[in-house]
T-cell receptor, first 112, second 116 residues
Framework: AQTVTQSQPEMSVQEAETVTLSCTYDTSESDYYLFWYKQPPSRQMILVIRQEAYKQQNATENRFSVNFQKAAKSFSLKISDSQLGDAAMYFCAYRRDDKIIFGKGTRLHILP | DTEVTQTPKHLVMGMTNKKSLKCEQHMGHRAMYWYKQKAKKPPELMFVYSYEKLSINESVPSRFSPECPNSSLLNLHLHALQPEDSALYLC???????????????FGNGTRLTVT
């Protein structure tokens, strides 16, 4: 069975600094997608970034980028130039076919 | 603004009540999902509808009854709930369930349900 592990329950970063959130997963499949979702206090789950497993190039979306290490089954999220609006719960997620499996989340605090 | 709309935003119901949660999307997505999220926990999958047919039921108690009247609408009928069912209920949609790729889910803002 697939599992997703986020080992950092909480993290803090100074505004304008860079922070990296960790995620590891376990699967025997070779074709899958990985996602990072953000859930602010408004509670909506917002897609931050996604990575196709067959692509070696790391995905980038503005200030957000990932470090995808397929062999190591690692999928970390880097947030550059952190902003107050980045404060939220961040969930790493694995998808293959019908199911999406979420990690337990990392609460990110932005310090002004 | 979210493209997946859930109503109501908040719901308080007694254990003998019958209520329904509603979800609507107009993105042409053919897969729709219900998730349950307890505080400080990740969302847990409840049901998946693919092309208006129930494709996954994650052993959810029968007091939760999903319905997909058409490709844009998804309901969750609630009856005889327990206080432990209090949670945030999230609806999501995606282009399909992954038979031709693994598209991301688009979530609504959720319904905060309290069972008294």
């Amino acid at each position: 069975a697939q599992t997703v592990t986020q080992s950092q329950p909480e993290m803090s970063v100074q505004e304008a600094e860079t922070v990296t959130l960790s995620c590891t997963y376990d699967t025997s499949e070779s074709d899958y997608y990985l996602f990072w979702y953000k859930q602010p206090p408004s509670r909506q789950m917002i897609l931050v970034i996604r990575q196709e497993a067959y692509k070696q190039q790391n995905a980038t979306e503005n200030r957000f980028s990932v470090n995808f290490q397929k062999a190591a089954k690692s999928f970390s999220l880097k947030i550059s130039d952190s902003q107050l609006g980045d404060a939220a719960m961040y969930f790493c997620a694995y998808r293959r076919d019908d199911k999406i499996i979420f990690g337990k989340g990392t609460r990110l605090h932005i310090l002004p | 603004d979210t493209e997946v709309t859930q109503t109501p935003k908040h719901l308080v119901m007694g254990m003998t009540n019958k209520k329904s949660l509603k979800c609507e999307q107009h993105m042409g997505h053919r897969a729709m999902y219900w998730y349950k999220q307890k505080a400080k926990k990740p969302p847990e999958l409840m049901f998946v509808y693919s092309y208006e047919k129930l494709s996954i039921n994650e052993s959810v108690p029968s007091r939760f009854s999903p319905e997909c009247p058409n490709s844009s609408l998804l309901n969750l009928h609630l009856h005889a709930l327990q206080p432990e069912d209090s949670a945030l209920y999230l609806c999501a949609s995606s282009q399909d369930t992954g038979s031709r790729g693994h598209p991301p889910l688009h979530f609504g803002n959720g319904t905060r349900l309290t069972v008294t």
